[in-house]
């Protein structure tokens, strides 16, 4: 295989952002027929790598070469046209079309009025269709297809073109056992017609299943190439994690309270199932998992901005029913959301304004604002947290990223929580303002609050929980002491490995 | 100016552009017609302004909070209306409450559909034009309406009265642009109204209830309608059904010109004040300088369109952008 030409080759891929090496002189490449594994963690470079095969970025510095010609892709189109296809995560068909307008879609075959030539659409497409096997026909509404027919529209899409390279990334997400069978048939076809294909996926057994060699990424950098058949699960895991963790594993330095939040069999619809656990009063619990995996809509519940369908919540060991966010306000329960820019603050108005608002009504002299005590609140946290604005009035939008999360989190701790919840707290921020966040965090245990960590990023989980959950598609898989976990039984867990003998 | 490249320039046009409008518009009239300047006029001009002035502030509070309302022109015909026909029914002490407590179940029923429901303001209001109008016609059966003893009632006095030599329509709208300005610079639901239109998903997860503000806000809007219905009314004690037509166009404009997004989030009753006296003051020249009231209604559109592109171009810091 080695000797064969590489279907694409990536040659010292170099990105960088204001601040961030995204990408440091990532090379590798897929061979015709084969299917070739991306992995690393959340932020180890691979999307950036697939915006840049993909057209959406321009690298600053590398090669993509194509069946050994070197391409430049400026946009997603001219990317399709080199040969190089992606199925994305999120589906991006036009609902309303059929299957046929969707696959051709910027070149629908046309008569010579200009008129769109419906007949010849039709058949071409029912062609592409049959060696799908799928079981719907050209004319069918996009709308009404499976979520796992959308993609076969979207892998049809693709079979347009003379493709030489084929991304799938996450592909299997959101599909049942049965509609993977299908996806990995077709997968194979691909493979058996000299497509070279990119499998990004989070999980183990898939990767073992379907994949030739993985490359590994870290931090932007690219960590090796291992052969699957001769590969283990530990290999992989000590290339995707291998550095010295920085960050020091977190040990208890308090005694625990009493259970301030317990959740007895929680249940959301199809977003997760049978949840329990608890968090004292000092302690920190990290929830761990894939993007999807449920945990930002547990916290959503919490905040009352789920309603669960089948469960309990017990505050301070008394049932509540949370309906909105100001029920959940009023019973102490603060959430720093997921997404601070959208969620988390109102850009256009002041640091000030922003922290306050939730308590704005209570901060009043008769009818009005009383300025002197927001002034006061927002001085006081600005020092606690050491957030770096040259005054309150400047807009929350003008603050970088660091700041901008601790304005969210003082906004919370002005209201004195008895349980915060914090999801992602350090995403799209600085390294600097990373640590401090995490000190912060820990302070905040140790001063009695009840604290719960959602993060997508291992080193940031192991280094904060006292505890930690991990979910896999909607079910807590295991939950473990910091004394116990360990990076590969963590990632095991949260891949659904072992998901068999849990269930069982 | 020197060193100023092209797109300094441009960003200043964008960020100053109507005041930079406005005052070649005041030297042009005032060269025109020196009348244009006199004490006299710019009390005129006040005075005219009052209705659309008052009209304005409600709308503040609406666009401020993400939402429009196209409705307030045919709403302030239907006050109008209603009030100068109960005024012969029940006097005007009554009148004037029942007129308000109609006027203001307008108001709620938008405020229900646009924020309890979550409906597009837009769609809810432009049809709520149209239905008001509708409702205004079936309740005149189509007539004029008019105060019968136009000579012998105390209600006259809104409209027409003064107090210490300043029309009670000025003193009306300056009390009320007061009492809303403190209302929403200085009390937690102005807060809430800013927080709620800068960005709806951040104000509901700090425990806001955004249908509420939304709801309010309309309700808002629906009072300063009844109160510039009741002006309308009181100063020429009859009436025409369509009295209030096309004034949501200018309401609108002065609340933009004013500087006020209508994404929402930015805005200040101190701002739609200038806007609303940018707006007359054009009109009153335009009319001195002779061109026909008619015309009026191209130029406001023009005027529209000229803000509405500013505060884009605002926001992207020039006056064109490739991207949206």
């Known amino acids: 295989m080695s000797t064969a030409t590489p279907a694409l080759r990536l040659e010292n891929i170099v990105k960088t952002f204001p601040g961030v090496r995204a990408l440091d002189g990532v090379s590798f490449s897929v061979l015709p027929g084969e299917v070739h594994a991306l992995m690393g963690e959340n932020g180890a470079g691979k999307s950036t790598l697939m915006k840049v095969l993909g057209g959406i970025y321009q690298p600053d510095g590398g090669e993509i070469i194509v069946s050994e010609q070197k391409v430049v892709m400026r946009s997603p189109l001219e990317a399709k046209h080199k040969g190089i296809v992606f199925i994305h995560q999120e589906l991006s068909l036009a609902k309303e079309l059929s299957v046929a307008e969707n696959i051709y879609l910027g070149e629908l075959p046309h008569n010579r009025f200009g008129l769109v030539d419906w007949q010849h659409l039709f058949e071409k497409t029912d062609a592409i269709l049959q060696r799908l096997k799928v079981g719907f026909d050209a004319r069918t509404r996009v709308g009404d297809l499976s979520i796992a027919n959308q993609q076969m529209v979207e892998i049809a899409r693709a079979l347009t073109h003379e493709a030489k390279a084929v991304i799938f990334d996450e592909p299997t997400a959101s599909l049942t056992d049965a509609e993977k069978v299908v996806l990995f048939e077709v997968i194979e076809d691909l493979k058996s017609h000299g497509v070279g294909i990119i499998y990004i996926s989070h999980r183990m057994e898939e990767i073992f299943k379907m994949t030739d060699r993985i490359t590994v990424l870290r931090d932007g950098q690219y960590r090796g190439t291992l052969d699957t058949a001769q590969t283990t699960e530990e290999d992989i895991t000590q290339l995707m994690i291998g550095r010295k963790l920085d960050l020091t594993r977190n040990a208890v330095d308090h005694e625990f309270g009493a259970a301030a939040l317990e959740v007895e069999n929680l249940s959301c619809g199809t977003l997760y199932t049978d949840i329990s656990f608890s968090v004292r009063e000092g302690e920190v619990v990290g929830f761990y998992g894939l993007v999807g995996a449920g945990r930002t809509e547990i916290a959503e519940t919490l905040f009352g901005l789920r309603t669960p369908t089948a469960g309990k919540i017990l505050l301070n060991g008394r049932e509540v029913h949370i309906e909105s966010p100001v029920d959940a306000i009023e019973l102490g329960i603060s959430l720093v959301p997921e997404n601070r820019k959208e969620q988390g603050l109102v850009l256009g108005m002041n640091c000030r304004d922003n922290m306050t608002l939730p308590q704005v009504d209570a901060l009043v002299s008769g009818p009005f604002v009383k300025d002197s005590a927001e002034i006061e609140i927002f001085g006081h946290y600005r020092d606690k947290l050491e957030i770096k604005t040259p005054s309150w009035k400047q807009l929350a939008g003008n603050l970088s990223g660091g700041n901008q999360q601790k304005i969210v989190i003082g906004k919370w701790l002005s209201m004195h929580p008895k349980v915060l919840i914090v999801d992602e707290p350090t995403r799209g921020i600085d390294v600097g303002s990373k640590s401090e966040i995490h000190k912060l965090i820990r302070d905040l245990a140790s001063q009695g609050y009840a604290i719960i960590v959602i993060s997508s990023e291992m080193p940031e989980i192991l280094h904060v929980s006292d505890r930690i959950v991990a979910m896999y598609s909607g079910r807590i898989m295991r939950t473990f002491t910091a004394q116990e976990v360990t990076e590969d039984s963590l990632i095991q867990a949260i891949s659904g490995l072992g998901e068999s003998e849990k269930v069982a | ?324």
């Open chain 2, 1 to 324: 100016m020197a060193g100023w490249t092209r797109s300094d320039i441009g960003g200043f046009l964008a960020k100053q552009g109507i005041l930079i409008a406005f005052f070649l518009f005041i030297i042009g009239f005032t060269i025109a017609n020196e009348r244009f300047l006199a004490p006299e006029n710019i009390m005129g001009v006040v005075r005219s302004s009052a209705i659309l002035g008052v009209m304005a502030l409600g709308v503040t509070f609406v666009v401020i909070s993400g939402n429009l309302d196209l409705s307030v022109g045919s709403m302030m015909s239907f006050s109008t209306i209603v009030v100068l026909d109960l005024h012969d029914k029940l006097g005007p002490a009554l009148a004037i409450p029942a007129m308000f407590a109609l006027t203001l179940c307008l108001g709620a029923l938008i405020g229900f559909l646009v924020g309890y429901l979550k409906l597009n303001s837009l769609i809810v209001t432009l049809g709520m034009l149209s239905a008001i109008h509708g409702l205004t016609l079936t309740y005149s059966g189509g007539k004029n309406m008019d105060i019968a003893d136009k000579g012998g009632t105390w209600f006259s006095i809104f409209g027409q009265g003064e107090i210490f030599g300043i029309p009670v329509p000025i003193l009306i709208f300056v009390g009320l642009a007061a009492l809303l300005g403190i209302v929403l610079a200085r009390t937690p639901f102005g807060r809430k109204v800013y927080a709620v239109g800068g960005n709806g998903v951040a104000a509901t997860f700090s425990g806001i209830r955004r249908a509420r503000i939304v709801f309010a806000c309309y309700l808002l809007s629906s009072f300063c309608v009844a109160t510039a219905g009741l002006i309308q009314a009181s100063r020429s004690l009859g009436s025409q059904n369509t009295v209030g037509q096309g004034l949501e166009l200018e309401v609108l404009a002065a609340v933009i010109l004013g500087g006020a997004s209508l994404l929402g989030g930015s805005g200040t009753i101190f701002k739609t004040i200038i806007g609303v006296l940018i707006l007359g003051f054009i009109q009153n020249g335009l009319l001195l300088v002779g061109l026909q009231f008619y015309a009026q209604y191209v130029v406001t559109w023009i005027i529209i369109i000229l803000a509405v592109w500013l505060d884009i171009a605002a926001k992207r810091g020039r006056l064109w952008s490739p991207l949206a």
